[in-house]
């Protein structure tokens, strides 16, 4: 994996948690609205959507460098519009980096000692 594909997918991956944070608060928010007078939908809506778009702006990049086939991406964004589906993208993305890691660095191991 180069440099440009692990940074799209790093960059991916920090944003997958907190767009996944912003929807729990904007349903929690949704539910106050109608059930007291409490209303931060405006301002929690306009922070997930802007979450929201940077996901999608970075799932198109990481699609792109990582060379998904169509099923991985489309998961990708259907984790992106689950209510936690944020933190399952964050998971496989960290153990997709850290398994590229130990695949560089097996192959750097067998090509110093060869």
Do not use: Q
């Not at 560089?104 to 060869?114: F, K, L, M, P, Y």
């Amino acid at each position: 994996m180069d440099i440009k594909t692990a940074s799209a997918l790093h960059r991916l991956r920090l944003v997958s948690a907190p767009e996944a944070v912003s929807f729990l608060l904007l349903l929690v928010c949704s539910v106050l609205k109608r059930t007291t007078e409490f209303n931060a939908v405006p301002a929690m809506g306009m922070i997930h959507g802007l979450l929201f778009i940077l996901y999608v702006i970075f799932w198109l990049l990481a699609w792109n460098r990582a060379k998904w086939s169509f099923g991985t991406g489309v998961l990708y964004f259907v984790l992106s519009v689950l209510p936690t589906g944020g933190f399952f993208a964050d998971r496989k993305l960290r153990r997709a980096a850290s398994d590229a890691v130990i695949a560089s660095r097996a192959r750097n191991a067998g090509t110093v000692n060869a």
